[in-house]
Nanobody
Framework: QVQLVDSGGGSVQAGGSLRLSCAAS????????MGWFRQAPGKEREGVATPDSDGSTNYAYSVKGRFTISKENAKNTLYLQMNSLKPEDTAIYYC????????????WGQGTQVTVSS
């Protein structure tokens, strides 16, 4: 049974930082691709930090240089370090996973709200 629990959101002023966490159970990182997405009100969900086919991480252009994805394997936890936050980063952030042979992400965390104030 796959379960993703994401957390770490909150309210922060522009220029501040947050670290989101995604605790995964029922999966192994060797068998799944995992990444971070976000969705702002009235906007489509977008990939924030997702694995490329070559194993590297594809960051959305708007967050390159500011966001960093990482893993703590001992805790089976995925992180998204968000620095230099901007108001346009305000969104609900989701951890997501898919099996290696799937084209779309089918497992999702419940979402954690990130609000960045000017």
């Amino acid at each position: 049974q796959v379960q993703l629990v994401d957390s770490g959101g909150g309210s922060v002023q522009a220029g501040g930082s947050l670290r989101l966490s995604c605790a995964a159970s029922g999966i192994t990182y060797r068998s799944y691709c995992m990444g971070w997405f976000r969705q702002a009100p009235g906007k489509e969900r977008e990939g924030v930090a997702t694995p490329d086919s070559d194993g590297s991480t594809n960051y959305a252009y708007s967050v390159k240089g500011r966001f960093t994805i990482s893993k703590e394997n001992a805790k089976n936890t995925l992180y998204l370090q968000m620095n230099s936050l901007k108001p346009e980063d305000t969104a609900i952030y989701y951890c997501a996973a898919r099996r290696l042979w799937q084209r779309s992400y089918s497992y999702w965390g419940q979402g954690t709200q990130v609000t960045v104030s000017s």
